[in-house]
């Protein structure tokens, strides 16, 4: 265990994805309270560089664009400043080679790092305790053991920095994000449970959000107060969106991940990927709901089940 006394300038290096971001900002927020006067700088995608910024967590962001251009730049860039402490959040080759090229008298790295990221530096966080598997959050928690901090529980996240744009859903709405990043983790029932979301609750918008650009569901010819917002709510401005939202339902995502981060009331859908590792967090609270399919396979999840689920988070 460190000390963190003289701990004042961090470099926290996670560049995606959206859903780990969200992880990272949750320690971040506890890394800031429990050390005055702390800077912390964040290497970030240029995709993901303004939720990070809307946080209101972070001083600098340090932009990375995926390219070998844009990764020699951003290394260049950590280069130029000196840290107290790195904290390579990702764990793999290139946070590994981010963290070589900072100027720092500490460097911490996970202890499931992969591709030879953990050459890198000299010290690991611990595992969590007990047996696994670990949830995502409780990996990265272990950071703030491993710099003599007080191990405290996340807390709900403001995003204080992120202004809703015009247009966005209105205050009570539901919001649905049927996309997942991987295919095979996508519920094909959104379509079906926006109709029916629809007839039960006419006085409410049901929102439909994502970065696509095909039709809503399968389901044919929507109400219409399912609205379609896709493009139309940046990324930044994804957490005001979803502050007076009445509840989310998602995929395995980074949205499921940030609106449980926020406090929201969230249903997330499962199918091959386990929710005790990457369900809405923490998993013990009230609002924060996972459905998964019968031997991991979502096609079991039935649109019934998930409505109920709403109802029930809604009264």
């Given at each position: 265990?460190?000390?963190?006394?003289?701990?004042?300038?961090?470099?926290?290096?996670?560049?995606?994805?959206?859903?780990?971001?969200?992880?990272?900002?949750?320690?971040?927020?506890?890394?800031?309270?429990?050390?005055?006067?702390?800077?912390?700088d964040w290497v970030a995608r240029d995709i993901f560089a303004g939720l990070v910024e809307a946080s209101g967590l972070v001083?600098?962001?340090?932009?990375?664009?995926?390219?070998?251009?844009?990764?020699?730049?951003?290394?260049?860039?950590?280069?130029?400043?000196?840290?107290?402490?790195?904290?390579?959040?990702?764990?793999?080759?290139?946070?590994?080679?981010?963290?070589?090229?900072?100027?720092?008298?500490?460097?911490?790295?996970r202890f499931d790092a992969r591709e030879g990221s953990r050459f890198f530096y000299k010290v690991s966080i611990p595992k969590?305790?007990?047996?696994?598997?670990?949830?995502?959050?409780?990996?990265?928690?272990?950071?703030?053991?491993?710099?003599?901090?007080?191990?405290?529980?996340?807390?709900?996240?403001?995003?204080?920095?992120?202004?809703?744009?015009?247009?966005?859903?209105?205050?009570?709405?539901?919001?649905?994000?049927?996309?997942?990043?991987?295919?095979?983790?996508?519920?094909?029932?959104?379509?079906?449970?926006?109709?029916?979301?629809?007839?039960?609750?006419?006085?409410?918008t049901i929102g439909w959000l994502g970065t696509g650009d095909g039709p809503m569901g399968s389901s044919g010819q929507m109400?219409?107060?399912?609205?379609?917002?896709?493009?139309?709510?940046?990324?930044?401005?994804?957490?005001?969106?979803?502050?007076?939202?009445?509840?989310?339902?998602?995929?395995?995502?980074?949205?499921?991940?940030?609106?449980?981060?926020?406090?929201?009331?969230?249903?997330?859908?499962?199918?091959?990927?386990?929710?005790?590792?990457?369900?809405?967090?923490?998993?013990?609270?009230?609002?924060?709901?996972?459905?998964?399919?019968?031997?991991?396979?979502?096609?079991?999840?039935?649109?019934?089940?998930?409505?109920?689920?709403?109802?029930?988070?809604?009264?």
């Amino acid at each position: 265990m460190l000390n963190v006394g003289g701990f004042v300038r961090i470099l926290i290096i996670k560049p995606s994805s959206f859903g780990d971001i969200i992880h990272g900002l949750l320690v971040a927020e506890r890394l800031r309270s429990q050390i005055p006067g702390v800077q912390i700088d964040w290497v970030a995608r240029d995709i993901f560089a303004g939720l990070v910024e809307a946080s209101g967590l972070v001083d600098r962001v340090l932009l990375f664009k995926r390219s070998p251009g844009g990764f020699v730049r951003v290394c260049r860039e950590i280069r130029q400043e000196t840290y107290d402490v790195v904290l390579d959040m990702q764990g793999l080759a290139r946070s590994g080679i981010m963290t070589f090229s900072a100027k720092a008298k500490v460097k911490l790295g996970r202890f499931d790092a992969r591709e030879g990221s953990r050459f890198f530096y000299k010290v690991s966080i611990p595992k969590p305790p007990g047996p696994g598997p670990y949830h995502a959050v409780e990996i990265l928690r272990q950071f703030q053991r491993s710099m003599g901090l007080y191990d405290l529980d996340p807390v709900a996240l403001d995003f204080a920095k992120s202004a809703a744009v015009p247009g966005s859903p209105p205050e009570g709405a539901i919001l649905l994000f049927p996309e997942s990043r991987r295919a095979e983790k996508e519920w094909s029932g959104f379509g079906e449970l926006a109709k029916r979301l629809a007839a039960k609750y006419p006085d409410r918008t049901i929102g439909w959000l994502g970065t696509g650009d095909g039709p809503m569901g399968s389901s044919g010819q929507m109400p219409g107060n399912v609205v379609d917002y896709r493009g139309k709510v940046p990324l930044a401005s994804l957490p005001a969106a979803m502050r007076n939202a009445s509840c989310i339902v998602a995929n395995d995502s980074g949205p499921m991940h940030l609106a449980a981060a926020m406090g929201r009331p969230v249903i997330a859908v499962f199918g091959p990927t386990d929710p005790r590792q990457y369900g809405p967090y923490p998993e013990n609270c009230s609002t924060n709901v996972s459905i998964r399919g019968e031997g991991g396979d979502l096609s079991n999840v039935s649109v019934e089940e998930v409505e109920e689920s709403i109802q029930n988070l809604l009264v």
